[in-house]
């Protein structure tokens, strides 16, 4: 595989999943770790990405409440998001969580819909706190400077405290067999924490995460209510979602 090749599906990689480890990398493209981390060095250089202590992450993640112009798939997230709206009712208690799909819902929220709105994503809150009828919650706890998220203890048992209407929720992998799953440990807990202070879970997915899944686990994908795609909900892509106890939108 020549180099604009290889760098080219790391590209892909850091895009569709936000983050993405270097021996994930080595393994997907069958080479060795020093190769993928001067290729990751390289793209760094370049501006196309950003290397981050053990993988990379991508331009689109590591941003502000403004919208990046490296945010992948784009389109697609809108469309998602637009669903996701579709959903919230005059006075819900919601959470959104962080990354870039669930920051294009908060970006949608109608202005005059009143709801109470629990985020740990300094993005997310930073586009919330201009909504004059949305009472924003900021989750503290140790902020990522990756992620622009705040995550461990003291961040899981402050989400024991509540119970919301509907959380809002990313992943990055997702499978109808082996449900949602990640590659961070803490993000693992982090959503376990939201899910099981729900009453509904709305996961946000792009299709190109379908079938895909990594090491640890968040939850079964019956522990999810719904399941928000660009897609049609009728469409082939989704056949085997639709066996599972789960409402497709």
């Known amino acids: 595989m020549l180099k604009e090749e290889r760098q080219q599906l790391i590209l892909n990689e850091v ?5 993405v480890l270097l021996t994930d990398l080595a393994e997907k493209l069958e080479v060795s770790i020093d190769t993928v981390r001067r290729d990751v060095k390289e793209l760094d250089g370049g501006s196309k990405l950003r290397k981050v202590h ?3 992450v991508s331009l689109g993640y590591t941003h502000t409440a ?3 112009s490296n945010v992948y798939a784009l389109n697609e997230k809108m469309a998602i998001a637009e669903k996701a ?3 919230l009712k005059e006075g819900a208690v919601v959470f959104i969580d962080g990354g870039t799909t669930c920051l294009e819902m908060a970006r949608m929220i109608p202005p005059k ?4 709105c629990f985020t740990f994503s300094l993005p997310v809150a930073i586009q919330l706190a201009g909504m004059p009828h949305v009472d924003l919650i900021f989750i503290g706890g140790r ?5 622009m998220i705040s995550n461990g203890a003291y961040t899981i048992q402050r989400l024991a405290e509540v119970r919301f209407d509907y959380a809002f929720l990313g992943t990055g992998y997702v499978d109808a067999l082996h449900g949602l799953t990640e590659f961070d440990w803490d993000v693992v807990q982090l959503k376990k924490a939201v899910i099981r202070a729900s009453k509904k879970a709305v996961l946000l997915c792009i299709s190109e995460k379908l079938n895909s899944q990594h090491r640890f686990k968040t939850c079964d994908i019956n522990e999810i209510n719904t399941m928000i795609t660009e897609l049609s909900p009728e469409s082939n892509l989704l056949n085997l979602f639709r066996n599972q106890d789960l409402r497709l939108l």
């Open 85 to 87: 709206v579709g959903l």
């Open 54 to 56: 053990g993988g990379a």
């Open 113 to 116: 819909l009143k709801l109470t």
């Open 15 to 19: 895009d569709l999943h936000n983050r």
């Open 66 to 68: 403004a919208r990046s």
């Open 143 to 147: 902020i990522s400077p990756e992620s």
